[in-house]
C-alpha cells in the first residue's frame, strides 16, 4: 500500500510540475508580444470610427506598419505618428496604384538611376491643382519605402540635407506636421492639417516613442 500511495504522489507532483512550466510558457508568450511590439495599436473607442469590415481591414493595416515605424523613429526620429499618418494620406489607406503596385507609401520622387514608375499626380501650384505626370520611386516591399521615408527626413535632399531639420526638431506630432509644410514635403497647403486630423482620429499618437 505504502508503494502505491507514492507513486500517486509522484504523479502529482509531476502534474505540479506541468502546470507551473505551462504557466511560465504562457507568461513567456505574452512578455513576447509586448516587448516584439506586435498588435500594439488597438481600435479607438469613439463616434467616428465604425466597426465595419472596412475599417477593421484600416486597422490591421496601422497594425502591420506600427512595429516598424516605432523602430524607424528609434533610428531616424521620426515620429511613428507622422510615419503612419503620411503613409495613410499618401497612399489612401494602401489603395492607389503607386502603394499597391509599387510598394511607394510616401509619394516619393525617384533620383536619377533609381526604379521607378510614371504616374499622374496632383501638385498645388499658384493656388490651383494641376495635374502632372511625376516619375516616383518603386520599392521592393513596403518595408522598403518606410525606411526611405525615413532616410529622407533624417537626411534630407542632395540639395539640402537640413531640408526637414524642423521636423526631426519637433517635440509633437502636430509640429511635426506644420514642419512638414514648412520645409516644403508637400505643396497641398492643407496638408499639415489632414495629418493631424489622421492621427487624432485614429489616436496614432499612442504609438510615438518618447523623445530622449
Not at 505540479?16 to 505551462?22: E, G, K, P, Y
Request: charged share 25%.
Amino acid at each position: 500500500m505504502a508503494k502505491k500511495k507514492r507513486r500517486r504522489s509522484k504523479k502529482g507532483l509531476q502534474k505540479q510540475r506541468l502546470r507551473v512550466l505551462c504557466g511560465l510558457l504562457v507568461a513567456l508568450v505574452i512578455l513576447a508580444a509586448i516587448t516584439s511590439n506586435t498588435a500594439i495599436y488597438e481600435r479607438p473607442q469613439n463616434n467616428q470610427i465604425s466597426t465595419n469590415s472596412a475599417e477593421a481591414k484600416k486597422v490591421a493595416w496601422i497594425n502591420e506598419l506600427a512595429p516598424y515605424a516605432r523602430e524607424l523613429q528609434e533610428k531616424y526620429g521620426v515620429l511613428a505618428s507622422i510615419s503612419i499618418a503620411q503613409a495613410i494620406l499618401e497612399s489612401d489607406w494602401h489603395t492607389s496604384t503607386l502603394s499597391t503596385k509599387y510598394n511607394n507609401l510616401y509619394g516619393i520622387k525617384a533620383d536619377a538611376g533609381q526604379k521607378s514608375a510614371v504616374l499622374p499626380t496632383q501638385e498645388y501650384v499658384n493656388g490651383e491643382w494641376i495635374t502632372i505626370q511625376g516619375r516616383f520611386a518603386a520599392y521592393d516591399s513596403w518595408q522598403e519605402s518606410m525606411k526611405a521615408h525615413a532616410k529622407l527626413l533624417h537626411g534630407g535632399t542632395s540639395w539640402n540635407a537640413k531640408q526637414y531639420q524642423h521636423v526631426l526638431d519637433a517635440d509633437d506630432y502636430a509640429s511635426a506636421a506644420k514642419a512638414l509644410t514648412q520645409d516644403g514635403y508637400a505643396t497641398d497647403p492643407n496638408y499639415a492639417k489632414k495629418l493631424i486630423t489622421i492621427i487624432q482620429t485614429w489616436h496614432l499618437e499612442r504609438l510615438d516613442a518618447t523623445k530622449k
